[in-house]
């Protein structure tokens, strides 16, 4: 490969500050939000595009899944606020089974939700979940308005790319940046990468992976677009009535494409429909699988809105084009390799830790969705201090990244990011260590359940106890038996 020598030179600091957050998707709006919340001062969030959510505004991601297990809702703080600063604001914006409604039987609620994905149990006896879906353009004006709150805390950078940690004796020490205002610094004592690609510890010298393995839900990149026009109650009645039809008109979508995907059918209130396909075995940190995923969506879009048309006119005639998602949908590049790395064992053997940050009901079917712990150490490089590294790249092994690069556990990991920071900032520790007790009971008070913590509900022991954290489902045993079985249990 041609090289250039690249001259040295100086660049001005643009900027100085206690904790620096580079990326503002929902990993790093949360880690941000949190420093604040646990008393930051000074605290910078660097986002490369003019708005926060990453993935879950930018690519009209709709659904937040599992946040309750049996009748506990195990993921809250940050998550649950979106929705409900979202329905105070605007009601109707989130849509669902209600907090109330968790882990009830009732038959007619379950209908009214069933056709909404993980909404309803999969294993017996059926009941209702937390699972969300919302507005995604409300989301987006609501996380500008989290970070408006904190002004006095949280000065946010839009349109700037961090491009290059500054380390010093494996300790960071700043970020470079990219702008339209030319190359410069900020120099910062605690560095979160929430890029979702590992922009920042891949050059730290941090330890990492690839996303290897082809099989998995996250080498799938996806442009989502939207449509309007669509009568949803009678898609929705035909697709049960014709399913042979419906299977027929999905395969042909995906002729058309190319791609795995379906046709329109993620329906929101207003009559809009979303539609998502699957580019699979991209490398979303790769310039041509980014570059191609969106070309050879939007090559295809017009041809489908066609034929859906003529395949389904009582549902699609009045079908129109409304929107394309402004950017690629990510899931995995780069995945940190750091102090633990969690594996599938961690949902087959309910695995306890002494720096749990998270305890999560997740998609895993191995455990019937049981919560997960979720430690400190996943979200801390080896060798480098002073950086943490929350998201979609969190440390997981290839099968459990599935598991763990939801929206959920991304807040979830990002909420713990900024608590631990700003501990660190108060305590002048290094983020390998940090007091994680104090982290813990940060957390406790920002409303995250935590397991063996004096100050949570003893209603959730007792309730994973009774049911032995979903540790004796047949498929548990299987996989524990057999290692291999995990792979079969991925999502899809
Ligand atoms: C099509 C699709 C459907 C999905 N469906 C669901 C679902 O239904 N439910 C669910 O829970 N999860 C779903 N997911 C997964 C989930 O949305 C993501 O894993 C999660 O939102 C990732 O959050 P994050 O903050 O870690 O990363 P990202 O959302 O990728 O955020 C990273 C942020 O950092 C910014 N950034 C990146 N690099 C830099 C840089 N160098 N400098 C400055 N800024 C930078 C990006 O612009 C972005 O805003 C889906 C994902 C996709 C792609």
């Known amino acids: 490969m041609k090289t250039y020598h690249e001259p040295a030179c100086d660049l001005p600091v643009y900027d100085e500050c206690d904790v620096l957050v580079v990326g503002s998707g ?187 393995d082809g099989q998995t839900r996250s080498t799938n990149t996806t442009l989502a677009w939207r449509v309007g026009g669509v009568n949803t109650d009678y898609l929705l009645e035909w697709r049960y009535s014709h399913p042979e039809e419906w299977k027929q008109l999905n395969a042909k979508v995906n ?74 949908g990510l899931r995995c590049s780069r995945r940190l390799k750091g102090e633990y790395v969690m594996s599938p064992s961690d949902w087959a053997f309910a695995t306890k830790h002494e720096d749990t940050i998270a305890w999560h009901s997740t998609i895993c079917r191995i455990n019937d969705c049981a919560p997960i712990e979720i430690p400190y150490r996943a979200i801390l490089p080896q060798k480098i201090d002073n950086l943490l590294a929350p998201g979609r790249h969190v440390s997981a092994d290839e099968v459990s990244i599935d598991w763990m690069n939801l929206i959920p556990q991304c807040i979830g990991t990002g909420q713990a990011a900024g608590v631990a920071a700003a501990v660190c900032i108060k305590d002048g520790t290094g983020t390998h260590d940090v007091n994680i007790k104090t982290v813990q009971d940060i957390l406790v008070d920002q409303n995250v359940p935590l397991p063996r913590n004096p100050r949570v509900d003893k209603a959730y022991t007792e309730l994973v106890e009774e049911y032995q954290y979903g540790l004796y489902t047949e498929l548990a045993k299987k996989a524990r038996e057999n290692p291999e079985e995990f792979k079969k249990y991925r999502q899809g």
């Open 255 to 328: 002729e058309i494409t190319g791609l795995s995907g379906s046709a329109p059918c993620w329906d929101e209130p207003n009559g809009n429909c979303l539609v998502f396909n699957r580019h699979s075995n991209k490398d979303c940190a790769k310039i041509k699988d980014l570059t191609d995923t969106e070309i050879d969506t939007r090559k295809s879009i017009r041809q489908v809105i066609e034929y859906c048309k003529q395949a389904c006119p009582g549902a699609y005639k009045d079908m129109y084009l409304l929107s394309i998602a402004p950017q690629t």
């Open 26 to 212: 929902c990993a790093g709006h949360s880690a941000a939000v949190a420093a604040a919340r646990a008393g930051c001062k000074n605290i910078i969030l660097m986002e490369r595009y003019g708005y926060s959510g990453g993935d879950v505004t930018g690519d009209y991601v709709l659904m937040v899944p599992k946040l309750s297990w049996k009748t506990l809702p195990f993921v809250r703080g940050i998550q649950e606020e979106w929705f409900d600063r979202m329905e105070k604001a605007v009601p109707g914006s989130t849509w669902g089974p209600r907090m109330e409604d968790i882990g009830k039987q009732d038959k007619a609620l379950m209908f009214r939700w069933q056709h909404k994905m993980d909404t309803v149990s999969p294993s017996e006896p059926k009941m209702l979940v937390r699972s969300v879906y919302f507005d995604g353009p409300q989301l987006e004006i609501e996380l500008d308005l989290m970070l408006l709150e904190l002004k006095d805390r949280i000065r946010v950078l839009y349109h700037s790319w961090g491009t290059k940690p500054i380390v010093e004796k494996n300790v960071v020490k700043g970020v470079i940046f990219e702008s339209k205002e030319g190359r410069k610094v900020i120099l910062a004592k605690v560095v979160i990468d929430a890029t979702g690609d590992g922009d920042l510890f891949s050059q730290a010298g941090a330890p990492f992976e690839h996303l290897s």
